[in-house]
Nanobody, 128 residues
Framework: QVPLVESGGVLVQPGGSLTLSCTAS????????MGWFRQAPGKEREFVAA????????YYTDSVKGRFTTSRDNAKNTLYLTMNNLKSEDTAVYYC?????????????????????WGQGTQVTVSS
């Protein structure tokens, strides 16, 4: 397993913006697809966004389309999730995930969670 580390989660007001980061130590992430998931209190973990190995293709769940953008800087071995116009329903622990071998965002979307590499999560709270 590749240890992934998320950062950037904070308390933010509704309508605000935030960027989360995800890095890996000991291994390059530049050759696999990655994604973001979130888990709100009392709810199951849900898919948020995915990106292919190069960063040229992305995919989002409907509830965040037009508000969230995922990107990556393979030279810095870092994945990002930029969140705009945040809503209270975006409050959750956000996790990054890396596919072990796949390069397409579909690999992240279609792979069972137990077959992805996960970070420990970072808390995002949207509240006034």
């Amino acid at each position: 397993q590749v240890p992934l580390v998320e950062s950037g989660g904070v308390l933010v007001q509704p309508g605000g913006s935030l960027t989360l980061s995800c890095t890996a130590s000991g291994r390059t992430l530049g050759n696999v697809a990655m994604g973001w998931f979130r888990q709100a209190p009392g709810k199951e973990r849900e898919f948020v966004a995915a990106i292919n190995w190069s960063g040229h293709s992305t995919y989002y769940t409907d509830s965040v389309k037009g508000r969230f953008t995922t990107s990556r800087d393979n030279a810095k071995n870092t994945l990002y999730l930029t969140m705009n116009n945040l809503k209270s329903e975006d409050t959750a622990v956000y996790y990054c995930a890396a596919h072990r071998t796949g390069t397409s965002f579909t690999d992240v979307v279609q792979t069972p969670p137990q077959n992805l590499n996960w970070g420990q999560g970072t808390q995002v709270t949207v509240s006034s």
